[in-house]
Structures are given as structure tokens and as C-alpha cells.
């Protein structure tokens, strides 16, 4: 009896655990969308129909932007979301998305980038030191992000003050 009750509250705290991850993933997939609604890139910088998105080891993350992608769009744009677990193939990338899990890539991938007009976003916060525009964090039990305004120009990206304002700033 005992085996079943110790076994039965595992699976509900792994239940409740995974369910948690799914709303952290939902939240950062639609805060992700709102960056891209408050963030101008060049005309030159993609392709005229498609937005794309690539997320890198983080499969959660992309199937909630596939989700997204099939009910909104970037301007007039068709949202295209593509999954990949390397810092490699990301030439026509207008946001990348990076893993917590692979945040050790982020000076690898800024460096990839630099001067190519693709918004650098992590999942793990601190980031921006090395190179990313945005990095989720969690302030007092609340999904936030920290932004860098100079690394998003360094990229020929404008972004709107709102989106500045409403993040925490950092450089």
C-alpha cells in the first residue's frame, strides 16, 4: 500500500511538473510573437512571404509557435517555425530561439550572426552578456525578460519603446 501511494504522488508531482512546463512554454511562445509585433527589421532582411522563426533544442517551444503560426501572421507575412539543435542552417532566420539547454551556444551563435538582421532570443536569463537581444527570466514567480537594446541595433533592428519599457533593461 505503501509502494502504490509513493508511486501515485510521483506521477502526480511529474503530471504537475510537466503541465507547468507546457504554460512556461504557451507564455513564452506568445510573449516571443508580441517581440516580433514590437520589432522592425529591415525590408531587405527576408524573404517577402515568410517569417521565420527557428528554435533550437527546444521542442516544446516550437510546437506551441507552430500553433501560433497557424492562426497569426508577422505583418502580412506566414509565420514559418523551424527546429534545429546546432547553430547551423539559420541563414534566413529573422528570430532565433535558444534552449536553456543550450545557452552555452549564445556567444557561438552571436558571433554566427553578427551584423545579420535576426532577433537573438534565450530562455535563460543573463544572456545578453553575451550577445543575446532578449532573455526570459522569472521575477517574483512572473514570466519577464531582460532586453538590450544595443545588441538588437547591432543587428539593424529597431525596436518600439514599449517593448524597452516593458522589460527590464540591460547592456
Request: include cysteine; glycine fraction near 6%.
Amino acid at each position: 500500500m505503501k509502494q502504490k501511494l509513493v508511486f501515485l504522488l510521483l506521477v502526480l508531482c511529474f503530471a504537475t511538473t510537466e503541465e507547468a512546463f507546457s504554460q512556461m512554454a504557451k507564455f513564452k511562445a506568445l510573449f516571443l510573437y508580441n517581440f516580433t509585433q514590437n520589432v522592425e527589421w529591415p525590408p531587405s532582411a527576408s524573404n517577402p512571404n515568410e517569417f521565420v522563426i527557428t528554435v533550437i533544442g527546444d521542442k516544446e517551444m516550437a510546437t506551441e509557435l507552430e500553433k501560433l503560426a497557424q492562426v497569426k501572421k508577422v505583418g502580412t507575412k506566414t509565420i514559418v517555425i523551424k527546429q534545429e539543435n546546432q547553430v547551423k542552417n539559420l541563414e534566413d532566420s529573422q528570430v532565433i530561439f535558444l534552449s536553456a539547454g543550450k545557452s552555452s551556444l549564445m556567444s557561438m551563435l552571436s558571433s554566427d550572426q553578427d551584423g545579420k538582421p535576426t532577433l537573438l532570443i534565450s530562455s535563460k536569463e543573463g544572456l545578453c552578456s553575451d550577445g543575446a537581444a532578449i532573455s526570459f527570466t522569472t521575477v517574483d514567480g512572473k514570466l519577464r525578460y531582460e532586453i538590450c537594446s544595443t545588441n538588437i541595433e547591432k543587428h539593424g533592428l529597431k525596436v518600439n519603446n514599449k517593448l524597452l519599457s516593458l522589460g527590464i533593461p540591460v547592456n
